[in-house]
């Protein structure tokens, strides 16, 4: 402390030294010392750095003066709060000072010093804003000097901004100070005036908010002059910018008197209004709804307000300007263009409210095209490139608002006069708006025409298919040399590509000549990025002058040299950027597998540099991919002459901890040894070299074999059925080394999908090899030893009877099955005879389970039962005392059932009517037969006589009391419904009306199994008869309605056009069910406790869940206000219910931020309330741990919320 003390006195002895270098020198190492964390002052040395530090500010070196102000910001967490109350005294004094240097100097240490104070309500923050807040509010009011003015509301401003909430004893008189500046003879006054009150109005409260409000609308009703009228529209714009959701219930006061002053002759005046209006459509979405149209009218109107200057001329000339030079093209109208002109801004601003309005208004989508779009089209050709710049802004947000349409909608193209179709009649007057532009000499200009027509091209592929003619001169235009900047031919290549790649390539062809030259140019360019760019556009080109996928006449051969040559050079250079050697390499690799048999003579070249390549760590994923697309084109390329060397690169690649690069290498080789099997056996090489490169493979695949990585395991098992092809003779070593991997894989709880069945692919290329010792019995006989001889594994869960995890019992029956229908006529049957026996003799569970499953899939592709054996042993197994084994016998009742519909189906249904203790098992043996016999139109036929009859016998079981029966009923009545949906929905309809409540709840569950996210025939009929499903959301019955809810938000999610016509009707009642219903509370007494039931929570659960959803698909159909008041009610209910209220705000939050700032304050009280809760000290585990997830959601919901712009 002492060294510190005599460090810092000596600091200051030189500050007083007359030489002004060592005044700073030692300022400077002041700083130095102030910014350490470590150093601490005693009082004395307090008082005399902040004593020398105030006095060096009137230091007559400027240089010293701004280090001496800097010093203050660390100064203030260093010093006590007294000396901190002495600084900001001295600098407010100073700020009124009569010597302006001073002025200024002090003005910027009040702001360092409120920058650096803590931002939250510590007592030294309180006392010093208080400080500084009386001292500045009086230098405002003082109007003698506008200079400290100045100074004083900008550094209001800043205080406001960061500690509003800590003045509110100040508010009525900061108010009071700054309400008489709007009317000061300086601008600027005014400006910085209405910054200080948008920050005021933040955090003021409500009565002194109406103060303001009401002030404002007086003096404007007043109208005393222009110039005021002006300020006080801007205040209100500035207000609503940061308090919309305060400025909404004034509106219909506020706008009548806007719209008046649009109509007085005033540019600047016109401008504020319109202003003005974007912000309330951005910040006050709920209550502006019902002006929104008066405000597009006043829009449109003043969009083209243009008094100066004559557009019909230009539109008479455009036919001479055609004809003219590339160098009179498109010349600026700079000389129509007068400084006294402020029309512009009233056309910009109009520009930009129509964008605030498109882009949150999506539900008026279809207005929009029929009123605004027209309009804004027409006003393309603006000639103030600022003004065109945010007209074309405001069309490429009205192609945003389509995109969701498209994609959410798929019938939308079917719609006579959906949002697309209107964009379709409208598509040839953008064209012929954007052609003439795309000439254009300013680069703004061309470069907001194709962004416009990227966002067409994304929103509607293959819209500028007719167009194209027109484009192309544009195109060529802008990648010429004197008519662009790097920036504008990088966003003209970006351009050409996306047009390329979302168009058929043959409406090209008839351009392809003139495209080449400049595409080939682009690709030579010393700049890295344009070079990058048109490599992409070159790798296009070749899939569009040449598709491999459709039969093609074009010619394409004049352009090979040229493209091939340009990439080639590229694809040599090793000293450039690492992106342009990347797209250099997919670029020739594109080439080749498209234009390789143009391009024999050149291999020889081009290929060993694909070698280099492949050797270097930078480029080897990117050229693993270019040598797959080599190997999978159907030109069938030579590679033989370079297979010797990339395949133990390859290999070795199998090695490198680099999934990418190890899922792309084993695609590679995959193709390669599909499409170059002979290459590598055949004649021209020696047995040693085929052996070498196939041992390289196959030694470096045990390792990728496994559970942890599925994707990687399911390649290579399809690499080895691929080798096992070409070459027999190297399945003779897999048994060291792959085969217990996949014998361990195949144990594994995780094999499912395509890992299962690449598995079951291998297993039968293996056994077509005949390779010794690894033969059909052999094979089956290593599968089941976990499951016959138990005791040498240790695969199963401790607690469970059985030999393996349940999955692992179906993985190795599926690959049983698959091996032992293929051998059904020989070996095959006596298999199937020893699992019938094993089924029926063992006292093993895990060996009957086995057997029932195995037997169900190879009875699902083969009748096996010609004795009558195998039915009496699956039924008999329906009483065994293991549920796996009751299922899996109810699996594999239903599985043989397929493979003879006659004899079993009506075994089937006469048991689901005589056996009431079997019957829930009987019913899933129904569902597989139905599921089984729904995957095409041969095996519904197979199924449709005993339609009729199944129908009623589900129908019998509908009011089954046991939950589970009635849920696999429901999903039967569902599959069956959409094998004939035009006879059995009606039906399925009547029962709507049944008097059972239980009955009600079944139909409505099995209307959730027709729904699905996938075309079918039932959709058109649902459409027209889901609504009549869904009004059960009103029965009387609990359960029939959250079963509704079940079956809604099924709609909701999976085919949301299902419902979006019946929203207004659903809501009021899906809103409903989001309420605590007290009478469904009821107390259960549990020994000496009472325990709360709440009997409403399942459907509070599901009725929650439907809003949720209803975000993603419908958000353009609801009123995201009264949405916003039922979430706030699900914020204060069970744990369940607000976890899922977290996540509706996380998605509220990016969705609809300004409706949700408008409610902030009503949503952030529950949020509080969750964070400050404590759980009681004798709690248990689980009540501290949901508490803590609980907080954590709310956390991350408050953080959501904060990341809204102006959230502050």
């Known amino acids: 402390m002492a060294s510190v003390s005599y460090h810092i006195a000596n600091l200051l002895e030189k500050m007083t030294s007359s030489d002004k270098d060592f005044r700073f020198m030692a300022t400077n ?47 203030v967490n260093k010093v006590k709060e007294f000396q901190v109350e002495t600084i900001v005294d001295t600098l407010c004094t100073n700020m009124i000072s009569d010597k302006e240097q001073l002025r200024d100097i002090s003005s910027i240490g009040l702001k360092t010093v409120i920058s650096e104070l803590p931002p939250a309500p510590t007592l030294l923050a309180t006392s010093i804003c208080k400080k500084i807040t009386g001292r500045l509010t009086a230098a405002i009011a003082k109007q003698e000097d506008v200079s400290v003015q100045l100074e004083a509301l900008d550094i209001l401003g800043d205080l406001l901004s960061r500690f509003g909430g800590l003045l509110i004893n100040f508010h009525p008189s900061i108010q009071h100070a700054l309400l008489p500046q709007l009317s000061s003879a300086r601008l600027a006054v005014r400006k910085r005036s209405i910054i200080a009150l948008g920050y005021l109005v933040m955090s003021c409260n409500n009565s002194l908010f109406i103060d303001l409000i009401e002030f404002l609308l007086t003096e404007l009703s007043k109208n005393s002059s222009t110039s005021t009228t002006r300020t006080y529209i801007q205040c209100i714009g500035a207000i609503s910018r940061q308090a919309g959701h305060r400025v909404g219930e004034h509106l219909d006061k506020i706008i009548p008197l806007i719209v008046k002053f649009c109509r007085i002759e005033d540019d600047e005046l016109r401008e504020y209004c319109i202003q003005a209006f974007e912000s309330f459509v951005r910040r006050c979405p709920k209550e502006i709804s019902g002006y929104i149209n008066s405000i597009v009218d006043i829009c449109l109107e003043y969009i083209c307000y243009d008094p100066n200057y004559n557009y019909d001329e230009e539109d008479d000339d455009e036919g001479m300007e055609a004809n003219g030079d590339d160098d009179d093209e498109g010349e600026s109208d700079d000389e129509y263009s007068d400084d006294d002109d402020m029309s512009w801004k009233v056309r910009r601003a109009s520009a930009k409210c129509l964008d605030a309005i498109i882009s949150t208004r999506h539900e008026m989508l279809m207005d929009f095209y029929r009123t605004v779009s027209p309009a804004i089209i027409a006003r393309f050709k603006e000639r103030e490139e600022n003004v065109k710049a945010d007209i074309f802004h405001a069309y490429i947000s009205l192609l945003r608002q389509t995109r969701p349409t498209v994609s959410a909608d798929p019938d939308a193209m079917e719609q006579g006069e959906g949002p697309v179709n209107l964009l379709q009649v409208q598509i040839p007057s953008i064209v012929r708006a954007v052609h003439k532009q795309l000439r254009e000499k300013s680069i703004k200009t061309r470069q907001g025409c194709f962004s416009l027509l990227t966002e067409l091209i994304q929103v509607l592929p293959g819209a500028l298919a007719d167009h194209i003619s027109v484009l192309i001169p544009g195109i060529i235009f802008s990648l010429g040399d004197k008519n662009s900047s790097s920036n504008m031919k990088i ?76 990439t080639l050079f590229r694809l040599r250079a090793a000293d450039i950027d690492q992106e342009v050697k990347e797209r250099a390499i997919a670029c020739m690799g594109q080439i080749i597998s498209n234009l390789g048999d143009s391009l024999q003579s050149e291999l020889s070249t081009c290929l060993p540099i694909f070698l280099e390549r492949l050797r270097n760590e930078i480029t080897r994923l990117t050229t693993v991919k270019s040598l797959t697309l080599i190997a999978a084109s159907p030109l069938k390329i030579d590679l033989r002459p370079v297979l010797g060397e990339a395949i133990p690169i390859l290999a070795s690649f199998l090695r490198k901890n680099h999934r990418a690069l190890k899922l792309s290498t084993l695609t590679c080789l995959d193709v390669l040894v599909r499409n170059y099997g002979a290459s590598l056996t ?3 090489m020696t047995d040693i070299v085929k052996e070498a490169m196939i041992s390289d493979i196959m030694k470096e695949l045990p390792p990728l074999i496994n559970e942890t990585d599925l994707h990687i395991s399911q390649l290579t098992m399809n690499l080895l059925t691929s080798l096992s092809q070409i070459d027999r003779a190297s399945m003779n070593h897999i048994q060291t080394g792959i085969l217990p991997q996949i014998m361990e894989l195949i144990r594994s709880p995780l094999l499912q999908g395509g890992a299962l069945n690449s598995m079951l692919e291998f297993f039968q290329a293996l056994v077509a090899t005949a390779t010794p010792r690894l033969g059909f019995k052999e094979l089956l006989e290593m599968m089941t030893k976990p499951i016959y001889e138990p005791q040498q594994f240790s695969s199963s869960p401790s607690h469970s009877s059985l030999a393996l995890h349940k999955q692992a019992f179906y993985s190795i029956s599926r690959c049983f099955a698959v091996l032992t229908v293929g051998q059904i006529s020989g070996a095959g049957q006596a298999i199937v005879e020893k699992l019938i026996y094993d089924v029926k003799k063992s006292g093993q569970d895990s060996i009957k389970l086995f057997g029932l499953l195995t037997l169900g899939e190879i009875g699902k592709k083969v009748d096996i039962d010609s004795s009558g054996e195998l039915l009496k042993v699956i039924v008999g197994s329906f009483s065994s005392h293991n549920e796996e084994v009751k299922s899996a016998a109810s699996y594999a009742l239903g599985n043989v059932s397929v493979g003879n519909l006659p004899k079993y189906l009506p075994f089937v249904l006469n048991e689901i009517e005589t056996q009431p203790k079997r019957q829930y098992l009987l019913l899933h043996s129904l569902k597989e037969i139905i599921s089984c016999e729904s995957v095409s139109a041969s095996t519904i036929s197979h199924i449709q006589p005993y339609i009729e009859n199944i129908w009623t016998i589900l129908f019998h079981h509908a009011e089954c009391a046991e939950e589970g029966t009635r849920n696999v009923v429901a999903e039967c009545l569902g599959k069956l419904t959409l094998l004939a949906p035009i006879e059995l929905l009606p039906k399925l309809k009547e029962n709507l009306s049944s008097p059972s409540a239980l009955t009600r709840s079944t139909v409505v569950t099995a209307v959730k199994f027709t729904i699905s996210d996938q075309p079918q025939a039932i959709d058109s009929l649902l459409r027209g008869s889901i609504g009549d499903f869904l009004h059960t959301i009103q029965d009387p019955d609990l359960n029939v309605r959250r079963v509704a809810l079940v079956a809604f938000n099924s709609a909701a999610h999976n085919k949301p056009s299902l419902i979006r016509d019946l929203l207004n009707k659903i809501l009021p009642h899906l809103y409903e069910e989001t309420k605590v219903r007290k009478e469904l509370i009821r107390e259960v007494e549990m020994g000496p406790f009472k325990h709360t039931v709440d009997d409403g929570l399942d459907i509070r659960k599901a009725a929650f869940e439907c809003m949720y959803t209803l975000l993603d698909s419908c958000l353009d159909r609801i009123d995201i206000f009264d949405f916003l008041n039922h979430v706030e009610d699900g914020l204060k209910d069970h744990y369940d219910i607000k976890m899922l209220t977290y996540l509706m705000l996380v998605r509220l939050s990016h969705l609809c931020p300004s409706a949700v700032l408008q409610r902030v304050d009503r949503l952030l009280d529950p949020l509080r309330s969750t964070c400050t809760t404590k759980v009681k000290a004798n709690s248990v585990k689980q009540e501290f741990e949901k508490q803590e997830e609980l907080k954590r959601s709310a956390m991350r919901a408050v953080a959501s919320l904060l990341a809204i712009p102006d959230a502050g």
Do not use: W
């Open 491 to 566: 966003d003209t290549l970006a351009f050409l590509n996306c047009l390329l790649s979302n168009h058929q390539p043959f409406v090209f062809h008839p351009h392809v000549p003139i495209i080449v030259k400049p595409i080939v140019s682009a690709v030579g360019d010393q700049f890295y990025k344009i070079t990058s760019e048109a490599l992409l556009v070159t790798q296009q080109l070749v899939k569009v002058i040449r598709p491999l996928d459709v039969v093609c006449s074009f010619d394409f051969t004049p352009y090979v040299q040229a493209l091939y040559q340009s």
């Open 682 to 684: 055949g004649a021209m």
């Open 29 to 75: 190492d002041l700083m130095a010392e102030l910014q350490k964390d470590s150093i601490k002052l005693d009082d004395e040395s307090e008082r005399k750095v902040v004593k020398m530090l105030l006095k060096l500010l009137e230091d007559k070196n400027g240089e010293v003066q701004n280090l001496a102000v800097k010093c203050l910001g660390p100064l």
